[in-house]
């Protein structure tokens, strides 16, 4: 149990001098307000309310603001959901931007060359290829993490370079233009109840990720990984099958970022994606996740991107340049470190070796 959930000796119910116990509400009051997912929430709204006040005429807080908001935010939370699987087993993937980037350049040519077809069947395609692009750059992960025994650290840093590389000989340097508008419109920026759809499938991986992690054992493993290694390999766990298929799925959610960032912009994005893994990783950080592994808060995650999110987002509409976004994910990045490690003592044990 984790130290947010559990309670103090001097937490637990006491018998009255009538012998009832009190109810046990003020407790459970006092473990909640010791949530690190609880406190980030309070700071999102605190956030929303000062750029509110500091944007002209109040902007920050229109509809049209809060769509952005959610558009900017699906992306990022299936980052970092994904990010948070290899966390809990104690891994790292630096390469979730460049997936994105490729997925959504290979993606894009398949829809392009079956426009003709129909916008449907080029999308669904398209899709499957975005999936596939990214679960492959997993698969690589995987392999050279399990099998060449290199650092995920490593590892990650090095495909982060070849799938950039790719994506732009790919398309020789140059976005792609030919998506078509249709695709955009049903599905890219298309809002349902007025909340953008994309944030709707965000937020359905999100509970499928918090279920995964609670009721399942491919979840509990991954965590037992990320806990104690080395007894999770003389219980005989499949060490190497999980952490590649782990790779996968985290490969698998760039690959469906990408197809929801080819599908809002209709275009590709050759120039940037470069620190989607970092605001990732310190999203599920400063949640609460360990970058130890052993610990994922799927609540904290979701909090975390939403800061994130509102940072860059409220910065822009004050009128501040991206040079300034960059500063501030920097801090936020040494913030959630910092926290990760008060929570976790023995300081940093990223695993440098396998």
């Given amino acids: 149990m984790s ?14 001098s009538s012998g009832s116990a009190p109810p046990a509400l003020p407790a ?37 603001s809060f769509r952005v908001l959610g558009l900017d935010a699906a992306e990022a939370l299936i980052l970092a959901v994904g990010i948070s699987l ?24 398949v829809i392009i060359a079956l426009a003709g077809s129909g916008t449907a069947v080029a999308a669904i395609i398209g899709l499957f290829a975005c999936l596939g692009t990214g679960a492959a750059i997993g698969l690589v992960n995987g392999l ?27 398309t020789s340097g140059t976005d792609l233009s030919d998506i078509p508008a249709s695709l955009q419109d049903d599905f890219g920026i298309r809002n349902l109840i007025g909340i953008p759809l994309p944030a709707f ?41 999980h952490l590649i298929a782990a790779f ?16 809002r912009f209709a275009t590709t994005n050759l120039a940037g994606h470069q620190n989607d893994g970092l605001a990732a990783i310190t999203a599920a950080v400063i949640g609460g996740t360990s970058l130890y592994g052993g610990r994922v808060s799927l609540g904290g995650v979701l909090a975390g991107t939403l800061l994130a999110v509102i940072l860059q987002d409220g910065l822009v509409v004050i009128g501040l340049s991206a040079f300034y976004q960059l500063i501030a994910v920097g801090v936020v990045l040494i913030a959630a470190v910092n926290l990760d490690q008060r929570r976790t003592p023995g300081g940093l044990r990223l695993r440098l070796r396998r």
């Fill in 201 to 241: 499938i965000a937020l359905a991986l999100w509970l499928v990720t918090w279920i995964l992690f609670r009721s399942t054992r491919f979840g509990l493993r991954l965590l037992a990984l990320g806990s104690n290694r080395g007894a999770a390999e003389r219980s005989g766990l499949k060490v190497d099958a």
């Fill in 86 to 109: 290899l966390l809990g087993a104690g891994e790292i993937d630096l390469s979730l931007g460049a997936g994105l980037l490729l997925s959504s350049v290979f993606g894009g040519k």
């Fill in 28 to 64: 459970r009051l006092r473990a909640l307000g010791s949530t690190t997912a609880l406190w980030i929430f309070v700071v999102d709204i605190l956030l929303v309310l000062l750029f509110g006040a500091l944007s002209e005429n109040g902007s920050f807080l229109t509809a049209s």
């Fill in 144 to 170: 050279v993490v399990t099998k060449l025994r290199v650092t995920s650290l490593i590892a990650t840093l090095a495909t982060m370079g070849i799938a950039t590389g790719i994506a732009n000989i790919a």
């Fill in 3 to 16: 130290s947010a959930d559990s309670t103090t000796a001097a937490e637990q119910p006491t018998t009255s």
């Fill in 248 to 263: 996968m799925l985290v490969g698998a959610m760039a690959g469906l970022a990408g197809f929801i960032d080819l599908t």
